[in-house]
């Protein structure tokens, strides 16, 4: 059932039975953690067969795949999704940035998948593979704001954001919020601030 066509990622056959079984799966993981994403609980969300779930996605892995894919869209619009959703200059980015300390959504959704890698190891590649494909089209999106970083200035910033997102899910209060935001953007700053003058392969 692997090379079922219903359920490549690459390019998956888009009906309304899949966009509710995907829907479903990503509201699980967003509010109860990815322990909550059983076959049980998402066909009753769905509203949909047994069947239907593992006709489509045969495997939970291939299901926490296309979740996490969906999941992460909504952060990388803000880099070059339609007019209306991304954002056109270094501040915008900025601000849209750290307002995502509080969001428990996409924390939760990194966890679930890293989670999954370690009961999955065939997982491990296409994480790797995804973590890559964020980070050039960050970078891309980045240029086309007109800031070019280092290389290496933007894997810390991106990997500050990240573990800070971790720590503010975990603590998961007020003052743990407002000192994620300052640190996220403290570490923006110092990402703008290496751009300049910087050759993109420096550190």
Not at 27 to 47: F, P, Y
Not at 139 to 144: D, E, R, S, V
Not at 169 to 189: L, M, P
Request: contains cysteine; proline residues 5%; positive net charge.
């Amino acid at each position: 059932m692997d090379s079922d066509a219903h359920d490549s990622t690459d390019n998956p056959v888009v009906t309304p039975v899949r966009e509710r079984i995907l829907g479903a799966a990503l509201q699980l993981i967003q509010e109860q953690g990815v322990h909550a994403m059983t076959q049980a609980k998402v066909c009753d969300i769905a509203g949909v067969r047994h069947s239907h779930l593992t006709y489509y996605f045969p495997t939970r892995v291939k299901l926490l795949k296309e979740v996490v894919m969906r999941g992460t869209e909504a952060v990388l619009h803000l880099l070059d999704g339609p007019d209306h959703l991304r954002v056109n200059s270094a501040a915008q980015l900025r601000t849209a940035l750290s307002e995502l300390p509080g969001k428990r959504g996409l924390p939760r959704m990194m966890v679930a998948v890293y989670v999954a890698s370690d009961e999955e190891p065939s997982l491990k590649p296409w994480l790797d593979k995804f973590q890559m494909n964020g980070l050039l089209r960050f970078k891309k999106a980045l240029n086309g704001i007109g800031v070019n970083p280092p290389q290496r200035a933007l894997e810390m910033f991106l990997t500050c954001l990240v573990g800070t997102l971790h720590t503010d899910y975990a603590a998961g209060s007020e003052r743990s919020q407002k000192r994620s935001k300052a640190v996220i953007q403290y570490a923006f700053d110092q990402m703008l601030a290496s751009s300049k003058g910087a050759n993109s392969s420096d550190w």
